[in-house]
């Protein structure tokens, strides 16, 4: 399975449009070797530099024939989870200092989850464990711009 971004490379810095300098908008991503079998997946942007990993999307119950996730837009059929800014919307990269990684995750899974939207991090993780068939990731860095306001 492989998830990737026609706006970003592997490794290479994200592009400002997606963090908090720019429109704040989620990239656009493709996903392609799917397995057969999968019934939703689920993905997760994280910057696991931040204190406590911290996570900037959720979304879970997506669409197992899903190919591509438009920019600013929701992956079909996906459910919002919540992230640790306490929404459910995407956030983008903001480090209040130096270079952050960020991962996007994706994972198969051999059924749905059976939570409500706004669901947290754990519960959407805890969940899942026993219904991974596969996953997949890819990470881009960014280093903020301007320093953050005081």
């Not at 996570?55 to 920019?71: C, D, G, M, S």
């Amino acid at each position: 399975m492989k998830i990737q971004s026609p706006a970003f490379a592997p490794e290479k810095e994200i592009p400002q449009k997606y963090t908090c300098e720019g429109e704040n908008i989620s990239p656009p991503l493709e996903f392609s070797g799917v397995p057969a079998n999968t019934k939703s997946l689920v993905l997760i942007v994280e910057d696991p530099d931040a204190p406590g990993n911290f996570i900037h999307w959720l979304v879970f119950n997506i669409e197992p024939q899903t190919k591509k996730v438009r920019e600013a837009d929701v992956p079909d059929g996906g459910m919002l989870g919540l992230n640790d800014f306490g929404k459910t919307t995407y956030k983008g990269p903001c480090p209040p200092s130096g270079t952050h990684r960020y991962f996007f995750k994706l994972f198969a899974l051999n059924d749905k989850l059976p939570l409500p939207e706004n669901a947290s991090y754990k519960e959407v993780f805890d969940t899942m464990q026993e219904k991974l068939l596969d996953a997949a990731c890819i990470y881009a860095t960014y280093t903020r711009k301007t320093p953050p306001s005081p």
